[in-house]
């Protein structure tokens, strides 16, 4: 039976005091969550925390009373509809509540099966994949930045560098519905698939990230800690969020221990 190496962190910074970012991490059902809230008062934290809540509890019950996946059909649209629950229970909670108003979270969730992996993500939080040496970004963001990306008017780096480049264009709990992009791709044995908040890419560029992937590529925890302590030296501008997973091929999920998983969320 093929098992998941999972190892994350997360960490307020040194700039800022609360920490907004939350992660979710279940081995047993090939999932992993950051989510980087976005609100005062203490909204941020309350967004994101709901969020990936909300993605565990909803992909944990689902699976675990699958019978079986369905060459992945189970699976991508769980994390669709995973991700539009949290969506509408950030929503529905800024309503109810005046004091948390406006707030909202970026989300990148990945859930893996078989050979396969499901990526489903919301705003600014990067999923990367290290495979063969090559750090390659997954995900594209959804934010201001970007748009100038993809039109070629501004650069990569200077998209990094850009004052604006924490504007997302989407975000969960803004709106009653949320457009996610969902995408499936091929695992390959000893891939690494990086989560991370803004805080890790903001401050390290993926030529850091792939250099502390080739020295340290076998020990997730010595990465993840390194990523946060690095993004810190640097001055910890914002939240850092980091979850390493090392895949193989052939991952199945053990009836046994995805109901104990169940009773835990």
């Known amino acids: 039976m093929s ?10 910074g040194r700039m800022r005091e609360q920490n907004e970012d939350n992660i979710a991490m279940a081995p047993e059902a ?8 976005m609100g005062g008062h203490q909204a941020g934290e309350v967004a994101s925390r709901l969020a990936v809540e909300a993605i565990t509890r909803h992909v944990v019950t689902t699976l675990s009373e699958a019978k079986e996946s369905s060459n992945g059909s ?11 629950r949290a969506n509408q229970a950030i929503y529905e909670h800024a ?24 990526v489903g993500h919301v705003g600014d939080s990067r999923l990367y994949r290290f495979r ?4 390659e970004q997954v995900t594209e963001d959804h934010s201001v930045v970007q748009e100038l990306v993809s039109r070629g008017l501004v ?44 805080g890790v ?17 076998r020990d ?12 810190n030296e640097r001055g910890g501008p914002d939240n850092i969020s980091v979850i390493l997973v090392r895949a193989n091929r052939g991952f199945t999920r053990d009836p046994e221990a995805m109901q104990k998983l169940r009773e835990q969320v």
């Open 201 to 217: 890419n903001d401050v390290l560029a993926d030529g850091d990230i792939e250099m502390m992937l080739t020295e340290h590529g």
């Open 3 to 12: 098992k998941l190496l999972i190892a994350g962190l997360t960490d307020p």
């Open 155 to 198: 650069t990569a780096e200077e998209a990094r560098q850009s004052i604006g480049k924490n504007l997302v264009t989407r975000a969960l709990g803004v709106d009653p519905d949320v457009e996610a992009d969902i995408s499936e791709y091929d695992v390959y044995d000893d891939d690494i698939y990086l989560l991370c908040s803004d």
């Open 74 to 84: 189970i699976e991508v649209a769980l994390v669709r509809d995973a991700i539009q």
């Open 220 to 231: 997730l925890e010595t990465i993840a800690r390194h990523m946060v302590n690095t993004a």
């Open 30 to 37: 090939g999932l992993a969550v950051v989510a980087d809230g």
């Open 95 to 118: 309503h109810a509540q005046p004091e948390y108003a406006g707030m909202g979270s970026t989300v990148v969730v990945t859930l893996f099966y078989d050979d396969k992996l499901c």
């Open 132 to 135: 063969d040496t090559i750090l």
